[in-house]
């Protein structure tokens, strides 16, 4: 198992769990608006980290952001493996090839 699908188990595991057990369940608990609310936080913190050029703080919010993502995911019941499968539907297709094919 890689490190993301281990977090994303135990992220689908949190779900039902006790709010006051965890901060995952805590953050499920309040429903997906909250969970995307909150990944559009860390995605943004993020970017002010790539733009300021700060490798270290950029790392540490970059996995703020994959957690927070795989949070809202679930919360939509969306799994990893969805979206994993369609990242392997893309390899091998230009973005500029299919940029142009949507014409
Ligand atoms: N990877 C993470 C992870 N990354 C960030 N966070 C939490 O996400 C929160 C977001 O940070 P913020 O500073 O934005 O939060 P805050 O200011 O306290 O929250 P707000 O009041 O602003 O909503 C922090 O409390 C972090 O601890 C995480 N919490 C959990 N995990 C993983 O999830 C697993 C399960 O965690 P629990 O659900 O807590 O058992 C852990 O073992 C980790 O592997």
Do not use: N
Request: with cysteine; glycine share 6%; charged share 35%.
């Amino acid at each position: 198992m890689t490190t993301l699908s281990r977090l994303a188990a135990t992220i689908q595991a949190r779900k039902g769990a006790d709010p006051e057990s965890s901060w995952t369940a805590k953050l499920l608990s309040k429903g997906p608006e909250k969970c995307a609310e909150k990944f559009g936080e860390e995605a943004v913190e993020a970017i002010i980290e790539a733009v300021k050029g700060d490798r270290a703080k950029l790392t540490a919010e970059a996995a703020d952001v994959l957690y927070h993502l795989l949070v809202m995911l679930a919360a939509r019941d969306v799994t990893l493996d969805e979206v994993l499968d369609e990242l392997d539907r893309r390899e091998g297709t230009s973005g500029l090839a299919e940029k142009a094919a949507r014409g």
